[in-house]
């Protein structure tokens, strides 16, 4: 699908942990990975693969976070890495991912804007 804001490819997670899932689609000439649900060291290998794929491939890549229901120290790390490699923003984080971004003071290294329009054009 070639028009901006339509899934060019998505995945599905389950296991013995919580469910995730992933969209990807191209926005405003950045590359957006629309993460949902719950990401622990069970779930998080489908997203660090989408996104190591996509700070190789891109760009720019923005990780949609407003349907992230639970994030710890695996997505956080994943995060940062991918930080490192390319230019990755965050947006949309909900309350429970900003409080461990401003705790662990990784608010002050990554790209967080409001919403995924913010992120992709800025």
């Known amino acids: 699908m070639s028009s901006a804001g339509a899934m060019e490819g998505s995945g599905h997670v389950g296991g013995p942990g919580p469910v995730a899932a992933l969209h990807q689609y191209e926005c405003g000439g950045a590359w ?71 705790i662990t003071g990784a608010d002050a290294v990554l790209e967080i804007r409001e919403t995924v329009d913010d992120a992709a054009l800025s």
């Open 32 to 102: 957006v990975i629309a993460a949902h649900g719950s990401y622990d060291i069970h779930s998080i290998p489908p997203l660090a693969e989408a996104l190591n794929a996509a700070v190789r491939k891109h760009a720019k890549v923005v990780l949609d976070a407003s349907g992230v229901d639970f994030a710890d120290s695996s997505f956080l790390n994943l995060l940062i890495r991918a930080h490192q490699t390319g230019t990755v923003r965050v947006a949309a984080p909900p309350r429970q991912l900003q409080r461990l971004f401003v």
